[in-house]
């Protein structure tokens, strides 16, 4: 009985993997960094990025496809923190880089990337550049300021969220 028992549950699992690589569905991986303190992130990547306020944690967290994180590349460089991929394509919904920060000063977007924070932030004074198309959703407990590289607007803005696009798209060429 038990001889059986376990032969069904091999051919389950079995069954379940080839079920999972017929339809194509990616593995799902997380890649942590380990980082020094930063007060400024740099984005030259096409992710999602979702800020989390954390004054303790010093890794930042790359997941989703496994077969992609190794294209995503995190590092510091003195006060700042840069995301940059080795491909220029989109990695939106495949991948998410979760960042932990503390008195974040300055983030700067070169890229469609979409940032959210999932907490309050609790910098005093906050300059958002975006230097692209890009979604930003802050919640911040002190100052946001917001600029816009050139050729670029603020298309929509509410109290925590503004969507950056470029002048062609405003007019419709």
């Known amino acids: 009985?038990?001889?059986?028992?376990?032969?069904?549950?091999?051919?389950?699992?079995?069954?379940?993997t080839s079920a999972k690589s017929q339809t194509g569905e990616p593995n799902y991986g997380v890649k942590e960094?380990?980082?020094?303190?930063?007060?400024r992130i740099r984005i030259n990547a096409d992710i999602n990025v979702v800020l989390v306020q954390n004054?303790?944690?010093?890794?930042v967290y790359t997941?989703?496809?496994?077969?992609?994180?190794?294209?995503?590349?995190?590092?510091?460089?003195?006060?700042e923190l840069f995301i940059s991929s080795?491909?220029?394509?989109?990695?939106?919904?495949?991948?998410?880089?979760?960042?932990p920060v503390s008195n974040i000063e300055k983030i700067e977007v070169n890229s469609a990337a979409a940032?959210?924070?999932?907490n309050s932030?609790?910098?005093?004074?906050?300059?958002?550049?975006?230097?692209n198309d890009c979604d930003v959703k802050i919640k911040s407990r002190g100052k946001v300021s917001f600029e816009t590289?050139?050729?670029y607007y603020i298309q929509h803005m509410r109290q925590t969220e503004i969507r950056i696009s470029d002048a062609e798209e405003n007019t419709g060429g």
């Open 149 to 151: 590289g050139e050729g």
């Open 86 to 99: 080795t491909r220029p394509i989109s990695y939106k919904g495949k991948l998410q880089v979760t960042i």
């Open 63 to 79: 997941e989703g496809d496994e077969s992609l994180l190794g294209e995503i590349i995190v590092r510091v460089k003195g006060n």
């Open 121 to 131: 932030l609790k910098s005093p004074f906050l300059l958002v550049k975006a230097n």
């Open 1 to 16: 009985m038990k001889k059986a028992f376990n032969m069904l549950l091999i051919t389950l699992l079995i069954a379940g």
């Open 115 to 118: 940032i959210a924070c999932v």
């Open 33 to 39: 960094t380990l980082v020094q303190n930063f007060s």
């Open 55 to 59: 004054d303790k944690l010093s890794r």
